[in-house]
């Protein structure tokens, strides 16, 4: 019964739209246009690049070298493995990661599960060229820190064991850049349809609840803060809120690129509440 009744409510969203879209027809070009542009002019530049040399890494054996590297017994080297690369790529990198991983056979997907819990970092380029509208260079690395630390503990909180048994796969050079560059365009082309429709959703959202507009899409609702009428410390808190869920568009992209091998998605949308829980109180001990 539930599930017929959220196919109703799906589908009278659905002819809801199609109005908007023939109603609305002038401000829905804009928000094409415009969630386009930043696709790729903050996107793709920041993404394309780290998909394709992720892919090469693990294509070059890299996770299993990690493991002869570091012998510890508490922390897997794919936790640093995915912890590293997702720091400075940002998600949903992590995702693609995972799904590479899974598909290297390197984990099995309860594993990938996991690994995705702690992996969930905002493009570093990104986060500073939008809070840097926003906040002053003091509260933005407090933002930062607030919303990269709790990733770190919520790994070592919850460890994954280094029991899994890694082997080499045999390398075939010639197919390396090519296969990582279609990949990678494939998942590109899934985010920007993500962006652009969750921006048009947006703009059905009643003016009084615009705040919401960044649990849909972070871009968007850190676009839209200085627009805000409270103070600068509520503004800091209500950003890192956005970053830390993710927003419901990055969710989507993430169950997407995902969605072949199977990997329940429920333990990291758990983490995303303990990781505002976490984030919140960084950043209150901060002074912000």
């Not at 799906?10 to 542009?37: D, E, G, P, V």
């Not at 500073?128 to 906040?135: A, G, Q, V």
């Not at 933005?140 to 082997?167: D, Q, R």
Request: glycine share 2%; no cysteine.
């Amino acid at each position: 019964m539930k599930k017929k009744s959220f196919n109703i409510f799906l589908i009278s969203l659905i002819f809801l739209f199609i109005y908007f879209i023939f109603t609305h027809k002038t401000l829905i070009t804009s928000s094409i246009i415009n969630s386009s542009k930043l696709f790729f002019y903050k996107v793709f530049p920041s993404l394309f690049p780290m998909f394709i040399l992720s892919s090469m890494l693990i294509s070059l054996n890299t996770p299993y070298y990690l493991s002869k590297i570091i012998k510890s017994k508490k922390i897997s080297p794919l936790s640093i493995y995915i912890l590293f690369l997702s720091l400075i790529s940002g998600t949903p990198s992590n995702a693609y990661i995972v799904n590479e991983l899974i598909e290297k056979k390197y984990i099995d997907s309860k594993t990938g599960s996991f690994l995705l819990t702690f992996s969930f970092f905002t493009n570093p380029f990104f986060l500073l060229n939008m809070l840097s509208i926003l906040f002053p260079n003091e509260i933005i690395i407090k933002i930062i820190i607030a919303h990269y630390l709790p990733n770190f503990i919520l790994m070592f909180f919850t460890p994954l064991k280094n029991t899994i048994s890694l082997s080499p796969e045999e390398i075939n050079y010639s197919s390396i850049i090519p296969n990582a560059i279609k990949k990678s365009l494939t998942t590109l082309l899934t985010i920007l349809g993500t962006i652009v429709f969750f921006n048009i959703l947006i703009l059905l959202i009643p003016s009084k609840y615009i705040f919401l507009s960044g649990f849909l899409e972070i871009t968007n609702g850190l676009n839209l803060l200085p627009t805000f009428n409270i103070a600068l410390n509520i503004k800091a808190y209500l950003a890192l809120a956005y970053l830390s869920f993710g927003g419901i568009s990055i969710i989507m992209q993430i169950k997407s690129i995902l969605n072949d091998t199977n990997t329940p998605i429920t333990p990291f949308l758990k983490s995303r509440i303990y990781h505002i829980i976490l984030s919140f109180l960084i950043l209150s001990l901060t002074g912000v």
